[in-house]
């Protein structure tokens, strides 16, 4: 497949990063590249964040892992991946050479606090990919389940491993279930977090009433698609004003419209997930409806947009 041209009005900085628009593709949706390859023309987005990876492979939740409802999209996947040594091995040489243009960022998992680090320092020296994700809504096996960035000095800890590990932009994802995600932020990225992904899905819980069970294997899982917009909306404005860090906006995004709303609450680039899984064409219209709408609105540069909401007085 041809790769659409850059525009200009499109291109954006994201923590050091130029981006050639501000598309990404979200975490778990487009695998580690290679599974949409006949699908999407990922060397025309603005780049994709990996699927997880952890030290070791993971076999994942049990299923059926997805379950959807009219809002949008209930899943626990279980962070299934084949481990660090098999994406480096196998998955960053593809997408060295098959990305000239579209940015990588490898989304890091782990169940204690040094395998974020150890990921991230098994992969700094290789190709392929410009940054990292910390997802730190992953569950602390040492402190009993408690996600990462629930416990402040867990949050710091991982940021402050990762950070000596790699000199790359380093991003770390939160959770809108965090009782103060701006304080949240700020902790990370005094830890040395280059910015913040916001937001991670949203617990919930979906009941087959026939048979009054779970409809997920795992049982509960992460809420996406539509129902998570205003959520995550409110979380990058929530952050952006307290930090005026870079956040890339994610949860929900199914058309320009929503990510001009993340835009203007203070995002400098966005993910969609949900909506291009069930809509692979998705990315290429958002990105033409988006430069129309600034277009025809004199915006000359889409980073223009970015924290530009004005709250009543």
Same mark, same amino acid.
């Given at each position: ?9 499109? *291109? ?29 023309? @990922? ?42 040594? *098999? ?22 998992? $782990? ?9 991230? *320092?098994?992969?700094?020296? *290789? ?21 990462? $960035? ?41 830890? #040395? ?10 617990? #919930? ?67 969609? $997930? ?12 958002? @990105? ?26």
């Amino acid at each position: 497949m041809t790769s659409a041209a850059p525009t200009s009005r499109l *291109a954006v900085e994201l923590a050091g990063l130029s981006l050639q628009n501000p598309l990404l593709l979200a975490s778990g949706t487009a695998g580690y590249g290679r599974e949409l390859d006949d699908v999407v023309d @990922l060397d025309a987005l603005g780049g994709l964040v990996t699927k997880a990876v952890s030290v070791e492979p993971r076999a994942g939740a049990p299923a059926p892992r997805v379950a959807e409802f009219p809002a949008g999209m209930l899943n626990a996947i279980g962070l299934a991946n084949p481990g660090v040594e *098999a994406v480096r091995s196998e998955h960053l040489p593809w997408l060295a050479r098959h990305l000239q243009r579209a940015r990588v960022v490898v989304n890091v998992v $782990g169940s204690r606090v040094e395998h974020f680090a150890d990921v991230v *320092a098994r992969l700094e020296d *290789a190709g392929g990919f410009q940054a990292f994700e910390l997802n730190v809504s992953c569950p602390n096996v040492r402190a009993g389940g408690l996600e990462f $960035g629930a416990d402040p000095d867990a949050l710091r800890e991982v940021v402050r491993l990762a950070r000596q590990a790699t000199a790359r932009p380093l991003f770390v994802k939160l959770s809108p279930s965090l009782p103060d995600i701006a304080r949240t932020a700020s902790v990370a990225l005094d830890a #040395g977090a280059s910015g913040l992904t916001l937001v991670n899905t949203m617990p #919930g819980l979906l009941i087959d009433v026939e048979r009054r069970r779970p409809r997920i294997g795992f049982g509960s899982g992460g809420v996406s698609g539509p129902a998570l917009l205003p959520i995550g909306v409110l979380a990058t404005s929530k952050v952006y004003r307290a930090t005026g860090a870079p956040i890339i906006g994610a949860g929900g995004i199914a058309s320009a419209t929503d990510a001009i709303q993340y835009l203007m609450a203070g995002a400098a680039a966005f993910a969609v $997930g949900t909506a291009a899984l069930r809509d692979p064409r998705l990315p290429k219209r958002l @990105l033409r409806d988006l430069a129309s709408w600034c277009e025809v609105r004199g915006v000359r540069s889409v980073g223009q947009l970015t924290g530009t909401l004005e709250w009543p007085a």
